[in-house]
């Protein structure tokens, strides 16, 4: 079930969201630009079920973060925030 709503997520969020405003651009374009304007690098990468790839940037200090979607060469920005944070995983049944 998780596995379907992740899918689900991100072929919204790739179909939808990301095309529909015009946040896609070449990958070396956009992992520059997320470098140099807000100091951001990969923290986190995926492959999705279709291929794609999944990647989370955020800036040194977790002001900044951004998720991007590449296929091919062409990445999208599907979503970005602020106050990224590094959890370490809790084993199952253990806390929160």
């Given at each position: 079930?998780?596995?379907?709503?992740?899918?689900?997520?991100?072929?919204?969020l790739w179909a939808?969201?990301?095309?529909?405003?015009?946040?896609?651009?070449?990958?070396?374009?956009?992992?520059?630009?997320?470098?140099?304007?807000?100091?951001?690098?990969?923290?986190?990468?995926?492959?999705?079920?279709?291929g794609e790839v999944?990647?989370v940037f955020a800036?040194?200090?977790?002001?900044?973060?951004?998720?991007?979607?590449?296929?091919?060469?062409?990445?999208?920005?599907?979503?970005?925030?602020?106050?990224?944070?590094?959890?370490?995983?809790?084993?199952?049944?253990?806390?929160?």
């Amino acid at each position: 079930m998780r596995l379907i709503l992740a899918a689900a997520l991100a072929a919204f969020l790739w179909a939808g969201t990301a095309d529909a405003v015009g946040l896609c651009d070449d990958r070396a374009r956009v992992v520059e630009t997320l470098r140099n304007n807000y100091g951001e690098l990969v923290v986190a990468v995926a492959t999705g079920r279709t291929g794609e790839v999944i990647e989370v940037f955020a800036s040194r200090n977790g002001e900044t973060w951004t998720i991007v979607v590449t296929r091919g060469s062409i990445s999208c920005l599907v979503m970005a925030g602020e106050n990224w944070q590094v959890v370490q995983p809790t084993p199952a049944g253990k806390g929160t």
